[in-house]
């Protein structure tokens, strides 16, 4: 099976900050990659979808790029909205797995 | 638009039954997914449900205890979970997910429902 690995679990960070967070797979997955954001108590929202496709209605300073095993999240300039988990997933026509997630919160 | 109905408490080794209604689309077309998500932990994919092709996949750690369906006449999909455990006590969230090239990514969730497992 495909493992996804994120890292770092916690960044602390502050309103303004470039952020970036990676994913790694344990082997080759192409451009097969989303990334999510959760905040407390709330479902998950897609960010981005073919590693770096922005979904429709995502603010631009979200942007996603990577492709083979390893993925990257940035946010250009970190909003107070922003603090939440996020999370990326693998996709293929037989499995879905994501990432332990990682969470980013007020330094 | 999805809406995930069912027991907030299910005894060990009972079965977990819920389901989500689609308020809107037909569940004819796309995949229908649930996620669930363990207090204070990260998101366990459980399986889906392509209906136009008639096939499902499961997450090959729950696929002996899991079935997914669809029911068409109420715009529905359910999700069963066999011989439960307390490591089945979740959030359980019902997705719609469409093809993103070569795969299913979610693009519309309900608002999730907490299943506990405990005698």
């Known amino acids: 099976d495909i493992q996804m690995t994120q890292s770092p679990s916690t960044l602390s960070a502050s309103v303004g900050d470039r952020v970036t967070i990676t994913c790694r797979a344990s082997?080759?997955?192409?451009?097969?990659l989303a990334w999510y954001q959760q905040k407390p108590g709330k479902a998950p929202n897609l960010l981005i979808y073919?590693?770096?496709s922005l979904e429709t209605g995502v603010p631009s300073r979200f942007s996603g790029s990577g492709s083979g095993t390893e993925f990257t999240l940035t946010i250009s300039s970190l909003q107070p909205e922003d603090f939440a988990g996020y999370y990326c997933?693998?996709?293929?026509?037989?499995?879905?797995?994501f990432g332990q997630g990682t969470k980013v919160e007020v330094k | 638009q999805l809406q995930e109905s069912g027991p907030g408490l299910v005894k060990p080794s009972e079965t977990l039954s819920l389901t989500c209604t689609v308020s809107?689309?037909?569940?004819?077309?796309?995949?229908w997914s649930w996620i669930r998500q363990p207090p204070g932990k990260g998101l366990e994919w459980v399986g889906h449900?392509?209906?136009?092709?008639?096939?499902?996949i499961y997450n090959p750690s729950l696929t002996s205890r899991v079935t997914i369906s669809v029911d068409t006449s109420k715009n529905q999909f359910s999700l069963k979970v066999t011989s439960v455990t307390a490591a089945d006590t979740a959030v359980y969230y019902c997705?719609?997910?469409?093809?993103?090239?070569?795969?299913?990514?979610?693009?519309?969730w309900g608002q999730g429902t907490l299943v506990t497992v405990s005698s």
């Open positions: 997705a719609r997910g469409i093809d993103c090239g070569g795969g299913s990514c979610y693009i519309t």
């Open positions: 809107r689309g037909s569940v004819s077309k796309y995949y």
């Open positions: 449900i392509y209906y136009s092709v008639s096939s499902s």
């Open positions: 082997q080759s997955i192409g451009s097969r």
């Open positions: 073919k590693a770096s």
């Open positions: 997933q693998h996709y293929n026509d037989y499995l879905v797995t």
